[in-house]
């Protein structure tokens, strides 16, 4: 008995040490944890496999410098002897084969499924989905959430939904939620999930479009949630299956995000679904529960000049102080942690962008157009390109959207009846983007 209660407070001091970002007392903790033989809980689990992946990662963070040195060297030596080198055909192809090469049939084919139509430069119009993706992927996420809040007893249930959608009405008025509440992540997944992986399903195909997406690919997510363009970008590699035969992707993704729960229901979910396909993707996580806005107080180091893509999806903050302070940590990130030739993809909805400047979406593409060169600045980078993409094919509100969307939109089959029964809504749901897409660089 004395076993198990010692064994009970140790987790519970473990717990409030990630809480409050003590990771120096929550390694220690940990270490007591590991030693004591006790059975690991969830949370201690997945931190088990992000002290493995840290590991992991460091030996290869070695190997890289190590590789780096012997590259600068080489090429010192190249100067000295004024070697003239002429890419020819063979070496641009071997170039190549780092790049996944636009496929022209499966560029099409997504145009056709999303019902893709560019409106302007900057505009591009999505009411379509590919269904044999998002309703696999939509139907097991709803049995997931299902059977995790079955997990709940009624009592305990009823009281932390209602807490935790409380807390996410706030964003209808732009304010930033607290997103710490226990079914914070299951109201998320239910009210979010499936659009945002949607926003980030486009994104990807933008960037691929682009000539931009690697094989071999370290993507750093900030403010990730449960992996929201990790997920994106798994549904997009599903996709191109058939349409081209692709050499082996290998993905590493950092999840940069406050709350833990968020990190274990997302790679849980990841685990029971993305692992199971046929052609899983080759991704392999790291997580770093960080408060962003206490990034540089607590002394985080993340790797240097690691990454090829820097992604903050729906993670700009509304509160004005929160963003200055939150745009520090970014412009710092970036100056260290993105390679030299890495990108930074930003997904911002259209109302929190306006919002930053007080100002309302209306037709005008040059406001529109000095406002997004103004936030870019703002964070450091330069503007590389961006689309508005947007269910309704406009920048300003449509009238009736609810109507519009009933008739235009694809819908969410299997996430309508749990947002009915557990978040109260009256309407059933349907796929719907207002996002601009931006890639940036430093």
């Avoid at 302007?120 to 989905?129: A, M, R, S, V």
């Avoid at 790679?267 to 046929?278: D, K, M, N, S």
């Avoid at 980078?381 to 939109?409: C, M, P, Q």
Wanted: overall charge neutral; proline content about 4%.
């Amino acid at each position: 008995m004395n076993d198990q209660i010692t064994n009970f407070w140790r987790s519970l001091k473990f717990w409030f040490a990630l809480k409050q970002g003590k990771n120096t007392q929550a390694n220690q903790i940990f270490k007591a944890i590991e030693n004591s033989g006790a059975k690991l809980s969830p949370l201690e689990k997945l931190y088990q496999d992000k002290l493995k992946f840290q590991t992991s990662l460091n030996d290869k963070d070695r190997e890289i410098n190590s590789l780096t040195e012997h590259l600068r060297k080489a090429v010192y030596k190249l100067d000295e002897l004024e070697l003239k080198i002429d890419f020819d055909e063979p070496v641009i192809r071997r170039l190549d084969d780092y790049i996944l090469t636009p496929e022209a049939k499966f560029i099409e084919f997504v145009t056709k499924s999303f019902q893709l139509i560019e409106k302007d430069e900057n505009l591009l119009q999505c009411t379509g989905i590919y269904e044999r993706i998002f309703d696999d992927f939509e139907s097991n996420l709803a049995e997931y959430i299902q059977e995790e809040i079955n997990r709940v007893p009624q009592q305990k249930r009823v009281s932390e939904l209602q807490a935790a959608i409380e807390d996410m009405k706030l964003l209808k008025r732009n304010i930033d939620p607290d997103y710490a509440f226990d079914f914070t992540p299951y109201v998320y997944m239910m009210k979010y999930f499936p659009d945002h992986v949607y926003s980030s399903y486009l994104a990807w195909f933008l960037v691929y479009k682009s000539r931009l997406l690697p094989t071999k690919l370290n993507i750093l997510d900030i403010g990730a949630g449960p992996g929201t363009v990790a997920y994106g970008l798994a549904l997009f590699l599903q996709s191109s299956s058939g349409f081209f035969s692709s050499p082996p992707m290998h993905i590493c993704y950092y999840s940069l995000e406050k709350q833990a729960q968020f990190q274990y229901r997302g790679l849980q979910f990841w685990r029971q679904y993305i692992e199971q396909q046929r052609m899983p993707t080759n991704l392999y996580f790291r997580f770093d529960t960080t408060d962003i806005l206490l990034y540089n107080e607590q002394s985080k180091v993340l790797p240097q000049r690691f990454f090829d893509f820097i992604v903050i999806s729906h993670c700009l903050f509304a509160d004005q102080a929160e963003k200055k302070k939150s745009f520090d940590v970014y412009r710092k990130i970036f100056q260290d942690s993105l390679s030299s030739d890495g990108y930074v993809m930003l997904i911002v909805q259209i109302k929190r962008l306006f919002g930053f400047y007080n100002m309302q979406p209306k037709e005008d593409i040059i406001q529109e157009k000095n406002l997004l060169e103004k936030l870019v600045e703002e964070l450091g980078l330069k503007l590389e390109w961006y689309k508005y993409v947007t269910a309704t094919g406009i920048r300003e509100s449509h009238r009736d959207f609810l109507k519009y969307a009933n008739e235009k939109l694809p819908p969410q089959k299997y996430m309508s009846p749990l947002q009915r029964e557990y978040l109260g809504q009256n309407y059933d749901s349907n796929y719907k983007i207002d996002d601009y897409i931006i890639l940036c660089k430093k």
